[in-house]
Every structure is written in C-alpha cells, then in structure tokens.
C-alpha cells in the first residue's frame, strides 16, 4: 500500500463534497495541568493556495517553536470556517484518567461547532467515544493532514498560554518553561517544594508523593 502524501485524505473528502474537521489534544503527558483539544474546520482548497512558506508550518505543533506557532496561528484562525478549543481539567483527569479526560476535551470542542461534520479526522489510533458521527483515525495524523496539525496548533498555543498564567500563581516551578512536562527542572522543583494543586496526583512520580494540598478545579481559559 503506497504511503499517504500529506493533504491527500483532505483532498479526496474535498473532492467528495464532504466537510471535515480535524481534531487533536495536547498535554497528555504532562506531571501537571489541564489537557487541552482543539477542533479546526478548514477548507482544503484554502490551505492549497496558502503561501509554501506558511503552509509548512501547519504541521506537528511539537515540531514548531514558539515564534513559528505565534506566526501560522493567525493564518489558521483565517482560513478556518470554525475552530474551537476545550479543556479537562486536573480534577477531571485525576477523577476520569487522562484518556477518558483526553476525550472529554474533544468532545467540548467538537460540540462547540455549528457546522455540520460529515467526517471528523482523529490523530492516532483510536475514535473519540461517545462521538456519533463518522470519525477517520489517522496515525500520524498532524504529518498528514493539515486540518489535524492545525488543531494540534491551536490547542498548543491555548494550553501554553494558560500555563505562562499559572506560573506567576505557582512560582518557583518553572512552569512557564515546561508548561508541566516531566523535565529534569520541573522534577527537581517537585523535590524541592513538593506538588502544588496543579499536579495530576494519578500521575507517576506525583502519585508516590503524598499530597499536601488538596487539588481543585483549575479555571480554563477556553
């Protein structure tokens, strides 16, 4: 089976007069903090005539820096007929599990749209549960499709966002470095003043340390 070019699953729904929308979530990973979704509906026949410059910056928000996400987001938000970003929160995800949270989120941004879906393209190898309509997973999903990189994008940029807020509410942890990824600083910072109520307590090393202060919903900005 020859490999997918990127675009090409976006070109054949665009062909079938179909509309799509991409899907993503970032900050599965992290010691601490929210997870954050995006959902983005845009045209493929727009991304085509985007500029090569811009249009290779809409790919795997992990493989962008800062200023190169701060430069394709406004181009994304332009080209999108609608895009829309949701969050669980720590509370949730110690309550749900970061799947169960990581899906939640989706589903807050996806119910945000008012346009009708005919296909919702999902990065990765699983389906958002509970979702009715008819979902495409793709592996690899923000290399080869843009409207899922795109996602990728704007969830990104959202959830760093609430982190850099954060930090001036929890000093001394670095947060608006690593934004709650389990670095070397950030574990050191763990050791040194123990968790803060934005550390996921179901997350290892945190769940072996006993926590100090209660966690609670942490406000989102989306």
């Known amino acids: 089976m020859p490999s997918l070019r990127k675009g090409s699953i976006e070109s054949d729904l665009t062909k079938l007069d179909k509309v ?37 910056l809409i790919r795997d928000s992990k493989t962008l820096s800062s200023a190169q996400r701060a430069k394709i987001v406004p181009y994304i938000q332009e080209l999108a007929e609608e895009w829309h970003i949701a969050s669980a929160s720590v509370a949730e995800i110690e309550r749900l599990g970061i799947m169960k949270a990581n899906f939640l989120a989706m589903r807050r941004a996806i119910n945000k749209c008012d346009t009708f879906i005919d296909t919702l393209l999902v990065d990765g190898k699983l389906a958002v549960p509970a979702y009715n309509g008819h979902q ?20 990104k940029e959202a959830r760093d966002l609430y982190m850099l807020n954060q930090a001036s509410r929890y000093p001394g942890y670095g947060f608006e470095n690593h934004v709650g990824y389990g670095t070397p600083q950030h574990l050191d910072m763990i050791e040194k003043h123990g968790i803060c109520q934005l550390h996921r307590r179901n997350f290892a090393p945190i769940k072996n340390i006993a926590p100090s202060v209660p966690t609670e919903i942490q406000p989102a900005l989306f």
Not at 33 to 56: E, F, N, Q, T, W
Not at 146 to 152: C, G, L, P
């Open 20 to 56: 799509f929308a991409g899907v993503d979530e970032v900050g599965r990973g992290c010691l601490a903090g929210p997870v954050y979704a995006a959902v983005v509906i845009m045209p493929y026949a727009k991304v085509r005539r985007l500029r090569s410059d811009r249009k290779s």
């Open 136 to 155: 495409m997973t793709v592996v690899k999903g923000d290399a080869l499709c843009f409207s899922i990189a795109a996602a990728s994008i704007l969830a």
